[in-house]
């Protein structure tokens, strides 16, 4: 578990994950990690083995100002390097899609305000050191392969399901990019044909079903109150979509974070578990697993820093570290019989 401030100061985090420097390249320095989503601001230091220290939170800025975005992710980076030790390597950014290659544009659909916004350039004048822009859930799979849920596997996708739904797909030990580098939006797979309008434009797009916003629009209750009922249902429409992916792509495996998600626990597992078993029938993808992201809070911060590891060749870990612990490295491959 992790024990860290949202506020003012340099938080050591304490942690039972065990971290190998071994997994992305050898990059002993610091990194600047940030995470930008629709609901929450987030900037830390990760050191090299994965552990998150001073600590910066803020809620995004509702507004239509580009500008006023940009200052509150500019407001918590600040406060990191006035906290942080010196020397940082790079700067690793978990961002919302859609983007242009390289996250030279970013246009997430949760930041309305931010359209082609110009978001690797501006931050790398801002922090003076390399920065490295992707996709927040593809940096959330680069994460949970170094560290996390997937350690020692080679293919498997990993989701947030959370104010927005996306993923990122690693297959054969690297991560997939796509023509633009937005591979893996899993948030805009159909699962309820005619079902809800997503913000995409199309109809009975996952996001639109089971994010955060989409079950407080359809229930009147935020998700922390949801039913039994509509828990599993949500479970129920992940592993829909992961079954598509995992019958396209062969992959066995689907780690799913997120504060939807791991805020619904057992039954929405469970019950994706249930539809994931039922759909995917052929020899290869049968016995697939769904399991809980294992960075928990830590995620988007660690999937960050991953990214500015990583480099321009998004490699993902295809062993385990020396230093991987059982629950990691073995959980994923006993999910998966």
């Known amino acids: 578990m992790v024990s860290a401030s949202h506020g003012t100061g340099c938080v050591v985090a304490s942690t039972t994950r065990s971290r190998s420097s071994n997994l992305i390249g050898e990059q002993p320095a610091d990194l600047l990690a940030v995470d930008i989503g629709g609901s929450k601001l987030a900037a830390a230091v990760v050191g090299a083995r994965g552990e998150v220290r001073c600590r910066r939170a803020v809620a995004t800025p509702l507004t239509s100002d580009p500008e006023e975005v940009f200052g509150a992710v500019v407001g918590i980076v600040d406060h990191v390097l006035a906290e942080a030790p010196p020397g940082l390597s790079a700067c690793g950014v978990g961002c919302g899609g859609p983007m242009t290659a390289g996250g030279e544009a970013v246009s997430p659909l949760n930041i309305p305000a931010w359209r082609r916004f110009p978001l690797r350039s501006r931050l790398a004048a801002h922090v003076g050191v390399p920065v490295v ?4 859930a593809k940096a959330l799979a680069l994460g949970e392969g170094w560290c ?6 080679e293919n498997y996708l990993a989701m947030v399901v959370s104010t927005g739904v996306g993923g ?11 023509a633009a580098g ?3 939006h899993i948030g805009h797979l159909i699962v309820e ?11 009975g797009c996952l996001e639109a079903e089971v994010s955060g916003p989409s079950i407080l629009a359809a229930t009147g209750r935020p998700p922390a109150d949801a039913d039994l009922a509509v828990r599993r249902w949500a479970g129920r429409l992940v592993g829909r979509a992961v079954a598509s992916v995992a019958n396209l792509l062969d992959l066995r495996l689907a780690v799913v974070a997120g504060s939807v998600a791991l805020g619904f626990g057992e039954p929405f597992f469970a019950a994706a578990q249930a539809e994931l078993d039922r ?8 016995g697939s697993a769904i399991v809980p992201g294992g960075l928990g809070g830590d995620g988007p911060l660690v999937g960050a820093a991953a990214l500015a590891r990583s480099g ?6 295809s062993y385990p570290g020396p230093g991987a612990s059982p629950r990691q490295s073995a959980g994923a491959v006993d999910a998966l019989g």
């Open 182 to 184: 937005n591979a893996g």
């Open 312 to 317: 321009p060749t998004r490699e993902a870990p």
């Open 133 to 136: 822009v992707d996709n927040d």
């Open 148 to 153: 996390g849920a997937a350690v020692g596997q």
């Open 168 to 178: 990122g797909l690693v297959v054969d030990g690297r991560l997939l990019g796509g």
């Open 279 to 286: 759909l995917c029938r052929l020899d290869f993808s049968r």
């Open 193 to 203: 044909p005619g079902g809800r309008k997503c913000r995409c434009g199309a109809r």
